[in-house]
């Protein structure tokens, strides 16, 4: 039968504490792998970042296992995407052990998606962002003023692409007011230059346009245009935007958050203002169209008058007409009631003298009386003889 060793005999001098054991495990770690850089390949799972501190935490795994991983804010902010789970990466880091929990993990210093480029992946991650937030929309775009007196140009101050601009404003309409807010456009601080440019333009009350542009280049010249506080500063823009950056073919975020996009600075400027040339042109025809439109309008407000005045005139002559047909009723009706007509019938009118009183009863006269009486034809002046009541 096999003999154990009894518990007693295991017991030695020394006894451990858990920080002690966590310790030196943290110490035979470190001391043979922990201080050498090591890349690894895996899986991203159960990431968070979004806590206050700025860190990131996650797994990284394979088919058959998976080890914790923690990427610090002092070396996140330089990788330029965010993880997301079920992403497959390559990292750098240092192995250490979180003595607290006595779990070791990847103090990580570096990611890179594996495939693709960590620039690309976050530029795409950029679009996608501002896109869900309406950056990017169509019906937010404004008309650009007809004719701007004020241009604001964003841009290097001795690049190729301000003098462009500047010939191509000064061959179409001279004497524009232009204001150049210099900036830099390559380079870890053109981002900050070109938004710093930008809020000086946002400053003039009477500006009416702005230019942002630079000339071409490869993509990482063009890269301070794909920045998204760049892309929030143009957003916040009080007036429209034109956005010209490289040649015909590169697209930055700069171009889709702007109001118009200009294949080149000096495609910017073309599109910004038109030819004075055109612009007299089109005022001649204006004047044209004008005096027709006005000879057209008095032409149908002469015919409005003359039907008013037609219809004035009928008018009137129908009022006149019953007018004169109820005057004559009224005369016929008068003359009918008249004294003379009595007369024509035989009758006549006795009228006292010298005062001419008419005589209806016999008894207002006596002998001696002289009266006048009035015929249908005639008076004649008598005596009375006589009277009878």
Known sequence: MEEHTSFKELLTDRIYTVSEINARIKQTIEEDIGFEYIWIVGEISNFRGNYASGHWYFSLKDNETQISAVCFKWANQYIKFLPENGMEVILCGQISVYEKQGSY????RHVEPKGVGAQALALEQLKEKLLKEGLFDQDKKRLLPYLPQKIGIVTSPTGAAVKD????????????????????????????????????LYQF??????????????KEDLWAF?????????AKSPVPVISAVGHEIDITIADLVADVRAA??????????????????????????????????????????????TEFVHSFQLILDSASSELSNLAGNLDALSPLKVLDRGYSITQKLPKKNIVKDSKKLKKGDEVLISFSKGQATCTVKETKN
């Open 105 to 108: 993990q990847v103090n990580v």
């Open 165 to 200: 601009i500047l010939k191509v404003l000064d061959r179409r309409f001279p004497n524009l007011d232009i204001l150049i807010s210099p900036a830099r456009v390559q380079g870890d601080e053109a981002p900050g230059d070109i938004v710093s440019a930008l809020s000086k």
């Open 205 to 218: 009350k009477d500006l009416e346009l702005i230019i942002i542009a630079r000339g071409g280049g490869s």
């Open 264 to 309: 080149t600075p000096s495609m910017a400027a073309e599109i910004a203002v038109r030819e004075k040339s055109e612009l007299k042109e089109d005022l001649v025809y204006l004047k044209e169209h004008i005096a027709l439109a006005l000879t057209n309008r008095i032409e149908i407000y002469a015919r409005e008058v003359d039907q008013i005045q």
């Open 226 to 234: 794909n920045d998204e506080g760049v892309a929030r500063q143009i």
